[in-house]
């Protein structure tokens, strides 16, 4: 059994029987079930990791976020299990405004503010900007929220060009959504590359640039310490 997942799973595997028994009596609402429907399907999706070899340190369950900042907010309650070396990871669905509007992936940690015209240089495209949620969903099968790494099984077409921070290498863990913004998925950076050579994909590894005005406030920052 994984690291602490025990308590987690226990969680999960109670909340089945609850639904069971409540379904059995009519008594969940349509969109308690499509919430259970979710659940499932990440669970499902954490089960393909585990037996293609891909390997997650902690599985949290947790209530349906938007946010990096909710995540990191409710994950800070599981601090005695989590540790604080992790990084919530930040993933940009980008697309170029013109042309050919060439899709990526960018992936970084969840407190930097990118920046995207610095990042624009780094890649050589064009002026970048944000996919709309309803191609988001043609594309990757998804919603705003709910983006990661692990969106990209459902790039059947290969459209999406992978572009991961470099500094994320150096966490011990990276926290993802397994399909589900009401889970997260706690795995080492070597093991990202796995599940991404299991899927055929590539990544191009990059230092991300953050915006000026932030810099200049860590540095700040830093300076007070």
């Known amino acids: 059994m994984l690291r602490n997942e025990g308590v987690i799973m226990e969680q ?16 969940l609402s349509q969109e308690s ?35 990096c900042l909710e995540s990191s907010d409710y994950y800070r309650r599981f601090e005695d299990y989590l540790g604080d070396d992790y990084v919530v990871c930040k993933n940009l669905l980008l697309q170029e405004r013109k042309g050919e509007k060439k899709k990526y992936l960018l992936i970084t940690d969840s407190m930097k503010k990118v920046d995207l015209a610095s990042v624009r240089n780094t890649l050589g495209s064009k002026k970048l900007e944000f996919v709309p949620e309803d191609d988001m969903q043609q594309l990757i099968a998804t919603t705003p929220g709910n983006v990661s790494l692990f969106s990209l099984v459902n790039d059947l077409s290969g459209e999406i060009d992978l572009v991961i921070d470099e500094e994320l290498l150096g966490a011990t863990d990276l926290a993802f959504h397994p399909l589900y913004n009401g889970m997260g998925v706690f795995l080492p950076p070597q ?9 055929g994909r590539d990544a191009i590894v990059t230092p991300i640039a953050e915006k000026e005005g932030k810099q200049i406030q860590k540095a700040l ?4 310490n």
């Open 221 to 224: 920052s830093a300076n007070k």
């Open 33 to 67: 079930l499509e919430k259970w429907a979710k659940i499932q399907k990440a669970q499902q999706f954490c089960q393909y990791l585990l037996t293609n070899g891909i390997t997650y340190d902690f599985l949290v369950k947790h209530e349906e976020v938007r946010s």
């Open 191 to 199: 093991e990202c590359f796995k599940f991404l050579s299991l899927i």
């Open 12 to 27: 999960l595997a109670g909340m089945k029987r609850d639904a069971f028994l409540l379904d059995r009596m009519g008594i």
